[in-house]
């Protein structure tokens, strides 16, 4: 049974100070995966060395190409007892632009409530948050564990998890359990603590034009020579249509729509959500009206085609007027269930050719499919319990997020529910300049966790 609140408050606020000092002694590591040259086997044996202090078997083991994976367990609540797994990644996004940080992004800044440091909240905080967990559900019983525990923390979540889902294949005997705690977790823009059960997948690429060997004085070429801007910009025009309709062919085919739940549960977001995004994106209303349940389904529900960046000829200061040999494009497509990105991958390169775009190059930068748990399972109410005795208010249950993440071999692939128990908050500036973490929402996502490793041992 879960302990009383203020036994429980008091053994996490004992192990707190150790848990900062070990987040400031991760966040000093600047493990960005996107960085050749970062110190990423550093860091991961600096998450071993952590799990190993609390008396779990860690170990280091090779991925087919990246960074380690740190895995640790302790069994010792026997074959009887359920087990969690623990995702996390010690993977960083970089820090630049560094010139808009406050302090230095490597180095932890408490300023009262808050702690900031590149990978202060995600996912450095969340791994802190597991630490406290654990601390404080050995101080409450007497050393021990009530229920198994795996961890899984790798480092190459901030770059698509290149090779995660070919290790967790090849590990899956090893990764055996009855529910992962997720890498992220948290409270909304309403204050309500939130279960997200699934995420969109992902295809992402490059597109690149190439009309003639040179860029050309656009005096001499304008109209004789082909332009690989406007080459590139017909290309990409050709993939969606005013109404974001998507037109790649047989794009939507395994679409799996919103249900009358998921649209139910939708319904209940709190319209506060609407408010804060048009506020900070300085909009009025959303693309074609949308508002209520009808705009969270088309935010998570419908697949979309998304350009990232585009790039051609002169853009500095001045006039140059030069006629682009080469033209290139970053653009990913959103993927919901039971879409491929191998599939996507097929249909842009057939839709090009098709229309006429042989020569448009397309490099496939790589993707991930999309996952999802019912939020009627009973893990994820579970979870919503134990969220409202932590919280003191009904979580908010989200059948699927926009944003993706490597949710697919967990759900899919081991066949195990995932429960977003964390230490998140909306003004977390996760990626952006001054990253933080409120040391209040580590406490209550460790209280969360503790609650609900104790009922998942009940």
């Known amino acids: 049974m879960t302990p009383p609140a203020l036994e429980l408050q008091q053994a996490l606020h004992a192990a707190l100070p150790t848990v900062l000092d070990e987040l400031a002694e991760l966040v000093a590591i600047p493990s960005v995966a996107a960085k050749p040259d970062s110190p990423m086997p550093l860091c991961a044996e600096k998450v071993a060395q952590l799990y190993r202090k609390r008396g779990l078997i860690a170990h280091l083991v090779p991925t087919s190409g990246g960074p380690p994976v740190v ?49 202060s909240s995600d996912d450095k905080g969340h791994i802190a948050c597991r630490l406290l967990a654990l601390d404080a559900l050995r101080a409450l019983h007497g ?37 992962t705690l997720w890498e992220f977790g948290g409270i909304n823009a309403a204050g309500e603590p939130e279960l997200i059960c699934g995420l969109r997948g992902i295809a992402t690429f490059e597109l690149r034009a190439k009309t003639i060997t040179h860029d050309a004085h656009s005096g001499v070429g304008g109209t004789i020579l082909p332009n690989a801007a406007w080459r590139l910009v017909h290309a990409l025009a050709s993939l969606k249509d005013q109404n974001e309709r998507i037109l790649l062919p047989g794009h939507y085919d395994s679409v799996l729509p919103a249900t009358d739940a998921d649209l139910a549960l939708l319904g209940k ?69 039971d879409m491929d990105p191998e ?24 993707g991930q499919k999309p996952g999802r748990v019912s939020p009627e399972h009973p893990l994820i109410q ?9 919280y003191g208010i009904a979580p908010s249950i989200v059948p699927l997020s926009p944003v993706t993440g490597p949710v697919h071999p967990f759900t899919v692939g081991l066949r195990q529910p995932i429960a977003t128990i964390g230490c998140g908050y909306p003004g977390a500036r996760v990626h952006a300049p001054n990253e933080n973490l409120r040391v209040s929402d580590l406490l209550r996502g460790a209280e969360h966790t503790v609650r609900f490793l104790m009922a998942l041992a009940a």
């Open 343 to 366: 599939t996507v991958h097929q249909s842009l390169r057939a839709h090009l050719d098709a229309q006429g775009f042989t020569d448009i190059e397309v490099v496939y930068l790589g």
């Open 269 to 337: 977001l709190s319209p506060q959500i609407e408010e804060e995004l048009k506020a900070a994106f300085g909009i009025s209303g959303f693309l074609g009206g949308a508002t209520g349940a009808e705009l969270h389904r088309r935010a998570s529900f419908e697949p979309s085609c998304t350009i990232n960046g585009l790039s051609s000829g002169y853009q500095g200061a001045g006039v140059k007027t030069v006629l682009p040999a080469e033209a290139t494009a970053k653009l990913d497509f959103r993927l919901v269930p």
């Open 143 to 179: 050393g021990a564990l009530p229920v198994n525990v795996k961890v899984l923390v790798e480092g190459e979540e901030e770059v698509a998890s290149v090779h995660l889902a070919d290790w967790i294949e090849r590990h899956s005997a090893l990764l055996a359990a009855d529910v």
């Open 382 to 390: 579970l979870a919503a319990q134990t969220a409202q005795e932590t």
């Open 71 to 119: 895995y640790a367990e302790d069994r010792s609540a026997g074959v009887d007892a359920p087990t969690a797994l623990f995702y996390n990644h010690y993977d960083v996004q970089p820090a630049e632009p560094l010139e808009l940080w406050e302090s230095d992004p490597w180095v932890l800044r408490r300023e009262g409530d808050h702690l900031f440091a590149r990978g």
